[in-house]
């Protein structure tokens, strides 16, 4: 499965989640109802949320840092490679740094875990109030 990709993607393994999250991928989940649909979807192996602009790709990861994620590594002050998520602008191809476990399909405008089939492409399309993907 894979994750559609759009403007700014901000993409965390689902496995990452149900380790570091406190209260687990059931909280996260919860935490984030009334966004899925919107601009947070999910597959099997990765969780995407977006944004517009640096300043909220930002945002999100003080938020997720402040949970207790590891999200990149420094040198100096510099960022040189994602840790437990990964920030992908879509039209520039690919992720903004170094990262290990993901896989971008620029082309297809989609994301999937390294090592697993790219799948079925996961958008806001597949969630509505009567039918979410688990």
């Known amino acids: 499965m894979s994750v559609h990709l759009e403007f700014i993607d901000f993409i965390i393994p689902v496995h990452v989640i149900k380790e570091k999250y406190p209260g687990g ?3 996260c ?3 984030h109802e009334g966004l899925i649909g919107g601009r947070v979807w999910y597959d099997d192996y990765l969780f995407r949320d977006g944004a517009m602009s640096p300043n909220d ?3 999100l990861l003080d938020k997720w840092s402040e949970l207790g994620f590891n999200t990149h590594i420094e040198v100096g002050k510099k960022p040189t490679k994602w840790i437990d998520v990964c920030v992908v602008e879509r039209m520039f191809g690919g992720a903004t740094l170094e990262c290990d476990w993901i896989k971008v399909d620029a082309v297809g405008d989609f994301a999937y875990l390294k090592g697993k089939p790219a799948g079925e492409v996961i958008s806001r399309n597949n969630f509505n109030s009567d039918e979410r993907v688990e």
């Open 25 to 27: 991928w059931g909280k």
């Open 29 to 31: 989940l919860s935490d």
């Open 57 to 59: 790709i930002r945002h």
